[in-house]
């Protein structure tokens, strides 16, 4: 199996910055993708930020520009760096993974970090 571990979550007052990590531990696995989600109270966990094994990104319109995932080459450990925070923002960010323990394909779930934006 895989685990994830997040942190660097925290308070920030708006306009600051965070950068959230998330290490992948286990077994004989191998990351295909990393993808950092969100979720704030009364709402759905949506997507945040994606990145390949090959480094192909893709990230929320609501974020884009502001925020950077990144990661090592076996993309076992991921960043997001979160810049020009705003309130909105506020949510607990969840790292999840798309990757294969010989065969089998599974996506397991960080236990969670979270961020408050103040204002």
């Known amino acids: 199996q895989v685990q994830l571990v997040e942190s660097g979550g925290g308070l920030v007052q708006a306009g600051g910055s965070l950068r959230l990590s998330c290490a992948a531990t286990?077994?004989?696995?191998?990351?295909?993708?990393m993808a950092w989600y969100r979720q704030s109270p009364g709402k759905q966990r949506e997507l945040v930020a994606s990145?390949?094994?090959?480094?192909?990104?893709n990230y929320a319109g609501s974020v884009k520009d502001r925020f950077t995932i990144s990661g090592n080459n076996a993309k076992t450990t991921v960043y997001l760096q979160m810049n020009s925070l705003k309130p909105e923002d506020t949510a607990t960010y969840y790292c999840?993974?798309?990757?294969?323990?010989?065969?089998?394909?599974?996506?397991?779930w960080g236990q969670g970090t979270q961020v408050t934006v103040s204002s």
């Open positions: 990145i390949t094994i090959g480094g192909s990104t």
């Open positions: 999840n993974a798309d990757a294969h323990v010989g065969n089998w394909n599974i996506r397991p």
């Open positions: 286990g077994n004989s696995f191998r990351i295909n993708a």
